[in-house]
């Protein structure tokens, strides 16, 4: 019986135990989690009754094998929500799926509301052809985004960065308003030092033209037309946020004989020739080495490499210098928002509907801030009378950002929704928690240009896997990170040395997928 170790308990990790544990070979398999908490970055973390998403988490794929996988872990809702049935919306349900209100575990049908948040009013995310916008922008700035469109349409740039991507798919007007700053916020680098590869990755073909194209899709009714991620109207979600669904996996990791060990923070490997023979790991103080078939790792490629013998210069100079962003989010509840529902959207209290919003405000730190009632009802303890909010912020491991306690963090969150006008006053302030998240995005800069040596030398190590975010230095969407892991589960399963599949995941503009239809 062969023995497999996975590294980390999120997304990526828990998919490829799953998979194994399913097959039709008897497998030993053993999840190695760091923390005591399942879902990775994509956990939810409950404080008070209340639970917070971290980083925000829709559940929309178009790859079919994923949204089965989901289906089989999470049944679609039969039955209206709480909000549903208090405002009387008839949402699409399941035949024969399970109630919410009576069931935790079920997927909720929820919109996807996201605006940009610019000089104090809201602007769709991306940006729409709606007479609001226009209005918002006036018609001087609306001629000046106009024009410089056409500029960039008649004189492109090259893509050797991300600013100049982003100038050739919106116009230099569009890039410094909307795209500047808040890149720079979120990865602490002005675009023009970021790879391309990034902007072409996240948004996936979206620009002003593919804006354009969906518009007229919609208006004149344009069958099998391709919806882009970033245009799609509605997601899946888990009643309790994206960590339930990876606690539901857990637990049938450990129905199927699988074991998983919390608080296991692996700090080496043992390697030998092409092949890796164990990993240690520390907990509660003492060092445990756990030998090995075959290894699966979804942790950092800097501490990957960092942890193994014998690796050769280069390799060990590129994993080392490959960069990360973290980020802290406060959780703030409210008794109210100072915010108008200016939208035709229903929602209780009647706050803004938005899941996420994105600050371009250059007078505050703040990078984006989630409304909790929005995700899902059943992430606010008394959704009828308080609203639960997440305020993000970029930073970097400690630094001097990171390094605030509960304190000085709630101090200046609470500062800037001041200053920005989300609430009115401190005494709406009812409660504040704090959350860090480490290594939450792999960045595109410093050696990343140089990833594909480090590849190279990754793959010459024939019992290693490397899936997910961080185990790819991607910056993978959750579906992206489950499907390395399906393929990675493939080759261990039949023994192929060609892992380009686990790597080819997420790299091609429509990749290895069936197309989701509108």
């Known amino acids: 019986m062969k023995k497999i170790v996975i590294i980390g308990g999120g997304p990526a990790g828990l998919t490829a135990a799953y998979e194994l544990l399913t097959g039709s070979e008897k497998t030993e398999v053993i999840v190695l989690e760091e923390s005591g908490i399942l879902g990775g970055i994509s956990r939810t973390v409950e404080y ?43 949402p699409e349900l399941a035949p024969n799926g399970p109630d919410p209100e009576k069931t935790d575990v079920v997927m909720l049908k929820r919109r996807r509301v996201s605006r940009i948040f610019f000089d104090g009013k809201f602007y769709d995310y991306p940006i729409s052809l709606k007479p609001e916008t226009f209005k918002n922008m006036g018609f001087a700035t ?12 008649l004189h492109k740039l090259p893509e050797d960065n991300l600013e100049n991507f982003y100038i050739n798919s919106f116009g230099r007007q569009l890039y410094s308003m909307f795209f500047e700053y808040y890149t720079e916020n979120l990865w602490g680098r002005h675009p023009s030092e970021i790879d391309a590869s990034w902007g072409a990755q996240r948004t996936k073909g979206l620009s002003v033209i593919g804006i354009l194209k969906d518009v007229f899709g919609k208006v004149f009714h344009v069958r099998n037309r391709e919806v882009n991620t ?20 857990g637990k049938k990791v450990e129905e199927l004989g699988g074991h998983i060990e919390y608080h296991a ?32 790792s979804s942790m950092p490629i800097k501490d990957l490499i960092g942890g193994m ?3 050769p210069s280069e390799p060990a100079r590129i994993a080392k210098g490959l960069p990360y962003r973290d980020y802290m989010t406060l959780g703030v509840l409210v008794k109210k928002l100072n915010l108008v529902n200016k939208t035709n959207l229903t929602t209780i209290g009647n706050i803004v509907p938005d899941c996420w919003v994105y600050v371009q405000d250059r007078n505050v730190k703040m990078g984006r801030f989630q409304i909790y009632n929005n995700w899902s009802p059943y992430l606010v303890k008394d959704i009828d009378h308080t609203v639960w909010v997440g305020l993000e912020y970029f930073c970097n491991e400690g630094d001097d950002f990171w390094n605030q306690n509960e304190e000085q963090f709630s101090r200046l969150g609470i500062e800037e929704m001041l200053k920005m006008g989300l609430i009115q006053d401190r005494s709406d302030v009812l409660d504040t928690h704090m959350e860090r998240v480490k290594k939450a995005y ?16 990754l793959d010459t190590i024939e019992n290693l896997y490397c899936v997910g975010r961080n185990g790819q230095h991607r910056y993978n969407n959750l579906d992206h990170s489950m499907m390395t892991s399906f393929e990675a589960v493939r080759c261990i399963r039949t023994g192929c040395k060609d892992k380009s599949a686990i790597w080819n995941v997420n790299t091609e503009q429509e990749y290895h997928e069936e197309k989701q239809k509108a």
């Open 142 to 153: 609306t001629m000046k985004c106009g024009f410089s469109y056409l500029g960039a349409m």
């Open 265 to 296: 923070c692996v700090t080496g490997f043992h390697k030998e020739g092409n092949r890796l023979l164990s990993a240690t790991y520390e907990k509660d103080g003492e060092k445990h080495t756990i030998e090995a078939d075959a290894f699966v």
């Open 48 to 90: 008070h009754g209340n639970r917070m998403d971290m980083g925000g988490h829709r559940f929309f794929s178009k790859v079919p094998e994923v949204n089965d996988w989901w289906e089989k872990m999470m049944p679609m809702q039969g039955s209206p929500s709480y909000d549903d049935i208090v405002l009387h919306r008839s």
């Open 309 to 311: 013998n014998d690796v």
């Open 442 to 457: 792999p960045a595109y800069f410093d050696t990343y240009a140089e990833i594909d040596t480090l590849r190279e030398y």
């Open 230 to 249: 970033s245009l799609i109207e509605e997601f899946k979600y888990p009643k309790l946020g994206p960590g339930e669904l990876w606690e539901v996996v």
